[in-house]
């Protein structure tokens, strides 16, 4: 059985949140990655890793995103935003994002 943990979150309250989550940890989750645009869905990109690490990330980017993107006319236009996990934010995926989307990607 996989150890749970309570997590209690609250943003910026002074008092005591009032909701309190179950997260599961090993448990039998699946990673899936996906991007969006205006009309169009990158993915569903189903990870076989239970850890999403910087290698792993970047190969997403480069052998799935990148060239789904490269078909795409008018790139130039394309703003990529993050959510900032930790795998999102290594110095080699900053090197790729800034090599392919300079000045225009957040996270």
Not at 41 to 55: H, L, M, Q, R
Not at 89 to 99: F, N, P, S, W
């Amino acid at each position: 059985m996989a150890a749970s943990t309570d997590i209690t979150a609250g943003y910026g309250v002074a008092k005591k949140p009032l909701v309190t989550h179950k997260s599961v940890r090993d448990s039998s989750k699946l990673n899936v990655w996906c991007g969006l645009m205006q009309n169009c869905i990158f993915g569903s990109f189903v990870f076989a890793e239970k850890i999403i690490n910087c290698t792993i990330f970047l190969d997403t980017l480069e052998l799935f995103l990148f060239p789904q993107l490269d078909e795409l006319p008018n790139t130039g236009n394309i703003y990529l935003q993050m959510d900032g996990a930790p795998s999102h934010y290594t110095y080699l995926v900053r090197i790729a994002l800034d090599e392919k989307f300079p000045n225009t990607w957040i996270g």
